[in-house]
């Protein structure tokens, strides 16, 4: 495990990472989903895509990475862009899971692999906007102590960093950004998936202009079962990464 400090708006970030086939020179990025750290992508595809160097990281105040400040995925992007320069290597294939999705989206590289990415708000359902709209009442009164119970399970137990940072990225719509991709696309997605529903991936796939869908058995985690399909996928289609 290694780590590189990154300054960004002049303050310090910590980002730990790992590379795995590190004399390979075609390279792939793999980015992790909110909540999450880069263990789980690199249980499910470190012994795969041999041919690729492979970067995962823990993204800003996940895992053992530090973020002092409240981000957006803009601010996500551009910390990982310093990162790779810091690293001195270029990407041929951003890979992300959900957050991690819309993160790759926004890094612009040659081809893009998109695990149940998230960026199409989905409407709340109707005991969350019941939540939401009893905590507006409640807010004024300052009953503190009553705030965790209209925190999201996502949420819950973070810096105040993270969770401003957690508002601002669960609401943003990024139909926009995907429309103005040019990367190479490939997405997968979990058939079962509640988080960032099966349409969302259909609506992503038809903003892409060259882009590819496969839905998949599975919940919002599908990809750990479905890891070697994805990786042939991506070397079937990815054959020529520096080009």
Known sequence: MASKEIYYKNQLFTISYQIVN????P??????GWGSNKEIMKNSFGKTLAEYKHIYIDMPGFGKSSNPLILETSDYATIVKLFLEELNTSVDI???HSFGGKVATLLDTP?????????????KAFIV???????????????????????????????????????NVVN?????????SRSHSLLFWGKEDTATPLYSGKKIAELIENSHFYPLDGDHFFFV??????????????KEPNT
Do not use: W
Not at 22 to 25: A, H, I, L, V
Not at 135 to 147: A, E, Y
Not at 225 to 238: E, G, L, M, V
């Open 22 to 25: 590190p004399s390979q020179t």
């Open 27 to 32: 390279s792939i990025l793999i980015l992790h």
């Open 94 to 96: 951003a890979m992300g």
């Open 111 to 123: 081809y893009l692999v998109l695990l149940s990415s998230s960026g199409v708000l989905v409407p």
């Open 129 to 167: 906007r019941c939540k939401i709209a009893l905590f507006k009442i409640l807010k004024p009164l300052k009953l503190d102590k009553f705030q965790q119970l209209f925190v999201s399970s996502d949420a819950k137990g973070m810096s105040q960093e993270m969770y401003e940072t957690f508002k």
């Open 172 to 180: 943003e719509d990024f139909e926009e950004n995907f429309l103005k």
């Open 225 to 238: 079962k479905h890891s070697a399909f994805i990786a042939q996928t991506i070397i079937n289609t990815c």
